[in-house]
């Protein structure tokens, strides 16, 4: 005759078995939907005319976030890389063109606006085409990371700005991914001349034609002059960061003056601030980080 521990056994143990029963389904299906996505093959690999016909859908739907030639953009990482962060398998990369990538600025194929909606045939020809310029060999480390982390944190003076993981200011971009996002040559250049090509907007960054990070000064009706950047705009207010990370919001028509400029708030570090070594470290660093 069962003891009266084991008749709770008994009517506790089916509960149990009901509450975690949808969780280990969910982790079977998981688990199935990878070894799924592991296994797909493009069915035109290594066929050239798919490849160059990739390209051209690549130009069409994909080089506004990623660059011509696939090696990263604004908003979209190099998928010239062997490794990349969102999976490396044929499989993974037609999941992620086709459904997009929640979390992330990667839409779901056809419903961003640009370019338009593919067919199943021009998403793999298009992963012919990445696989075509695909780097196989790791590139040469550009500097010294650990190094570069340090000046980043430290004399650079990089963190009273930008943000890596969560460490670091506000007031420019968020650098985590950027290693993933521009080119080593494109990472250089917004150190030495951070306003030829200004980077996208803080909380823009999920809307179709990000705003970018542009200086703006506004006077207030007391006369108080304030710096910083643009966060968010319309018709009748504007949001914005002060250069001591204070976040404003203001009525347009009470302002006495808005002026804007496409002049970064960012100095330009020369070769007499940060030498050509000390600057690679430091790039060494964020790709290291990116490619987490």
Same mark, same amino acid.
């Given at each position: ?7 709770? $056994? ?11 029963? *949808? ?14 996505? !592991? @296994? +797909? ?8 005319? #798919? ?5 051209? !859908?690549?130009?069409? %739907? ?5 660059? &011509? ?12 890389r062997a490794h990349k962060r969102h999976g490396d398998s044929d499989g993974d990369l037609f999941q992620n063109i086709s459904q997009g990538i929640p979390g992330t600025v990667?839409? #779901? ?12 045939? @021009?998403?793999?020809q298009i992963i012919a085409y990445l696989r075509s310029v695909q780097v196989q060999a790791p590139a040469k480390p550009v500097g010294n990371a650990v190094h570069g982390k340090? &000046?980043?944190?430290?004399? #650079? %003076? ?6 890596? !993981? ?6 420019? /971009? ?6 993933? #996002? ?5 990472? +250089? !250049?917004?150190?030495?001349? /951070?306003? =030829? ?10 809307? @179709?034609?990000?705003? @970018? ?7 207030? /009706?007391?006369? =108080?002059?304030i710096k910083g950047v643009t966060l968010n705009e319309d018709q009748f207010s504007l949001q914005m960061m002060d250069t001591t990370e204070r976040i404003h919001l203001f ?6 003056? +808005? =002026? ?10 020369? *070769?007499? $601030? ?5 600057? %690679? ?12």
């Amino acid at each position: 005759m069962p003891t009266m521990s084991h008749q709770k $056994i008994c009517l506790v143990w089916p509960r149990v078995l009901t509450s975690i029963l *949808p969780s280990l389904l969910m982790l079977v299906t998981l688990l199935a939907s990878l070894t799924r996505a !592991e @296994e +797909i093959r493009n069915p035109f690999s290594a066929d050239p005319k #798919a490849a160059k016909a990739g390209e051209f !859908e690549f130009r069409i %739907n994909c080089a506004f976030c990623h660059g &011509l030639g696939a090696r990263g953009g604004g908003r979209g990482p190099d998928l010239t890389r062997a490794h990349k962060r969102h999976g490396d398998s044929d499989g993974d990369l037609f999941q992620n063109i086709s459904q997009g990538i929640p979390g992330t600025v990667m839409p #779901a194929n056809g419903t961003n606006g640009q370019g338009v909606g593919m067919t199943d045939d @021009e998403i793999w020809q298009i992963i012919a085409y990445l696989r075509s310029v695909q780097v196989q060999a790791p590139a040469k480390p550009v500097g010294n990371a650990v190094h570069g982390k340090d &000046l980043f944190y430290g004399d #650079a %003076n990089c963190s009273s700005c930008h943000m890596v !993981e969560g460490k670091g200011g506000r007031l420019g /971009p968020d650098l985590t991914a950027v290693g993933t #996002a521009r080119t080593v040559e494109s990472l +250089i !250049e917004s150190v030495r001349n /951070p306003s =030829q090509r200004l980077a996208w907007g803080l909380s823009e960054s999920t809307k @179709e034609f990000a705003q @970018e990070y542009e200086t703006v000064t506004v006077v207030t /009706p007391d006369g =108080q002059e304030i710096k910083g950047v643009t966060l968010n705009e319309d018709q009748f207010s504007l949001q914005m960061m002060d250069t001591t990370e204070r976040i404003h919001l203001f009525e347009k028509d009470k302002l006495h003056s +808005i =002026q804007k400029s496409r002049k970064s708030l960012m100095p330009s570090y020369n *070769p007499t $601030i940060l030498n050509d070594q000390d600057l %690679n470290d430091i790039v060494a660093y964020l790709l290291s980080v990116g490619m987490k």
